[in-house]
Every structure is written in structure tokens, then in C-alpha cells.
């Protein structure tokens, strides 16, 4: 039985390697027609194992720094996607010092990276980085889903380090309050296999899981933007470059998809408090920088239960809570924070007025 799960499951992950691969080239289709990344100039401060730190543009010293923390699936360029619709463009025109962890494909031992990797040491090496550039003041964190727990993990195990945590679409209460992903999650054994199996879990499975979940979310929505887009072409243009983005396939390292799956979403231990990071066990009450969550109360795929229980314990004494409602062009709902008109007009300013203001005062 284990030699044929053996030979199955590499079957599996060279088809869905090769699906990525034509996404890929897909994508570079659409490079050619004008649909490509505008993306901000940058440099690479620090570059090791599956991560480079970009710094952007030419902010002064002395503004406030900002370390911009994707989430590990797909390219981080969705938070610098074109000048308009730009989150480092937003962070630059205020003021601030702007980095982004860029994650990077891994290979070897790589493949065993998991939270721990990327939530403390990878994340550590940033803040580091960041000390002899800009001086040892404390950061602003600011993550999106995935990108968004990896962040808080970090803000709980270096709370001196973090000046203040956005999180945007961020759940970190799972199990039952899990969404959509929740009833995949317990109709399916230990994710454990899966990841070893797989090595690093190729983007086009991970996309598979997601409309298997949620396809209202990820296919019917997707679909029904771009109908709606047809009536603006700055919608529609903006449509086709998310479509660009979903296209640039990016594997997560099994040891990460294991440890996602099975200590986040279905022990729930981060809101439990017992989510293991090195020596320490982490959950809300670690959490005490200054925190505002952005939230979309549509969304089943982060729906409000999966962010709020945790908001409401997280030791913080300044919090805050954005509700976005959504935007016309964006393509996936999901990303529409980063990327859409309304956020960029109502929801970014409002952020950074609480930065300036309550958050400074917390």
C-alpha cells in the first residue's frame, strides 16, 4: 500500500508541477499584452533561503518603517501591482520607510521549512536587516491572510520589535470557525502525508483545495467581476492583471502546508494559546502591539468568526477594526484590499490616520 501511495503521489505532484508550469507560461502571455507587474523600484537589502527583504524607493530616514509581509502562496507583487493601486506606493506617498519580505521558492531541505521558519527565524532576519539600515526603532507589520498569521506570530514572540500589526483578512480562529476550509479540513486525514509526499505543494493543488472549498469565492465571484468589469475599462484592466498574478504559480513547502493545516486550521492552537514557536507556547494574550484588522463581513472564505474572537483576547490596549465592503475589478474578493479602488480610497487612509494617531498614542 505505501509503495503504490508512493508512486501515486509522485504522479500527482509532477501533473500538478506541470500545470504550474503552463499557468506560468500563461502568465507570461499576459506580460506581453501589457498586463504585467508596474512595480515600484527596489533593492534587495538581505537575501538567504527562501526570502529576499526589498526596500522601496527613496523614502527619508527617520519616517516610520513598515515590513510588509505577504502570504507565502503566489508572488508578492499583488501589494505593488500597478502605481494606482499600490500598497508600497500608499506607504511611500506617507512617509514611510517600506519593506517587503519576499518569499522565494525552496528546494532540499528547504522543503522542511514550516511556521517556525518563516514566523520567527526568516521574519527575525528581516527585523534584523532592517536595525542596520534604519536604526533599532521598533517596525509596523502589515500582512494579508497567510501573511497576515505569520505576522501576528512574530508581534507575539518579539513584542518589543512591533510598533503595530495590520492585518488584513487575517484568520487566526480556525477549527469549526474555520469557513468554507472548515468542512474540508475535517473530511480529510492528517494533512502530514500529503505535504511529505509532495515535497513542496505545487500552487495549481493548492488552487484545486481553494475552489473545492470555496467556489463561489474563487470561480463564481471570479467570473461574475470580470462581467461586471466590462463596464470600465480601468476595472477591466485592473481584472486582468490580478488574472495575471493568480497565474504566477508559487509551491509551499510541505512542512508548511502540514503544520497549516493540522496546528492552525484544525487544532485551532494559535487562538488556543498553545501553538509551539522554539521553546514558547503563543496565543492572544502574547499579542500586545497596537492592532487594527481589516475585515470583509462577506467573505466565508475569512469569514468575521475566524478573525474577532481572537481581536477581542489579543492583549492589545489600542485595536481597531476596518470593514471593507468590497470592489468592483479585483478579480478574487480576497485580494480586493490590497488591490481595489474603494480600498484604496476609504480603507488605506483610514489606516494609516490610525498609525498616525491612535496607534502612535497606544
Excluded at 526596500?55 to 502605481?83: C, E, N
Excluded at 497596537?290 to 468568526?305: A, E, M
Aim: glycine residues 8%; contains cysteine.
Amino acid at each position: 500500500m505505501n509503495a503504490r501511495w508512493d508512486y501515486v503521489s509522485r504522479l500527482a505532484a509532477a501533473a500538478f508541477r506541470d500545470i504550474d508550469g503552463i499557468r506560468r507560461a500563461q502568465g507570461r502571455l499576459l506580460d506581453l499584452s501589457g498586463f504585467g507587474p508596474q512595480e515600484t523600484p527596489s533593492r534587495i537589502v538581505h537575501s538567504e533561503a527562501g526570502l529576499n527583504l526589498r526596500k522601496y524607493g527613496q523614502a527619508p530616514d527617520g519616517g516610520p518603517v513598515v515590513l510588509i509581509v505577504p502570504a507565502p502562496i503566489k508572488k508578492s507583487y499583488i501589494w505593488d501591482l500597478a502605481p494606482q493601486v499600490s500598497v508600497v506606493a500608499r506607504c511611500l506617498a506617507n512617509g514611510m520607510q517600506v519593506y517587503l519580505a519576499e518569499w522565494q521558492t525552496v528546494t532540499g531541505t528547504g522543503r522542511h521549512f514550516g511556521l517556525n521558519d518563516y514566523a520567527n527565524r526568516l521574519l527575525s532576519a528581516c527585523r534584523q536587516a532592517i536595525r542596520s539600515e534604519s536604526g533599532t526603532a521598533p517596525v509596523i507589520l502589515a500582512g494579508h491572510s497567510l501573511g497576515g498569521v505569520l505576522a501576528a506570530i512574530f508581534a507575539c514572540l518579539y513584542p518589543e520589535s512591533v510598533r503595530a500589526l495590520v492585518l488584513l483578512e487575517t484568520p487566526l480562529h480556525f477549527a469549526a470557525d474555520a469557513g468554507s476550509f472548515a468542512p474540508l479540513v475535517a473530511a480529510i486525514p492528517d494533512a502530514r502525508p500529503i505535504g511529505e509526499a509532495f515535497g513542496d505543494v505545487p500552487g495549481s493543488f493548492l488552487n484545486l483545495v481553494s475552489a473545492t472549498a470555496a467556489p463561489h469565492a474563487f470561480q463564481w465571484e471570479y467570473y461574475f467581476d470580470r462581467y461586471l468589469s466590462m463596464a470600465s475599462p480601468g476595472a477591466s484592466d485592473l481584472h486582468m492583471r490580478v488574472e495575471r498574478w493568480t497565474m504566477d504559480e508559487f509551491p509551499l513547502p510541505g512542512t508548511l502546508f502540514s503544520e497549516i493545516v493540522e496546528l492552525l486550521y484544525r487544532e485551532d492552537r494559535f487562538m488556543n494559546g498553545s501553538l509551539a514557536m522554539g521553546s514558547r507556547d503563543i496565543g492572544p494574550k502574547d499579542l500586545h502591539a497596537p492592532l487594527l484588522h481589516v475585515v470583509d463581513p462577506r467573505s466565508t472564505v475569512i469569514p468575521t468568526q475566524s478573525i474577532l474572537p481572537f481581536h477581542e483576547a489579543a492583549a492589545s490596549r489600542t485595536k481597531k477594526i476596518l470593514w471593507y465592503q468590497g470592489d468592483v475589478g479585483v478579480g478574487i474578493q480576497h485580494v480586493g484590499v490590497l488591490v481595489g479602488a474603494n480600498a484604496h480610497a476609504a480603507i488605506w487612509p483610514a489606516i494609516f490616520k490610525w498609525l498616525a494617531n491612535d496607534a502612535a498614542a497606544g
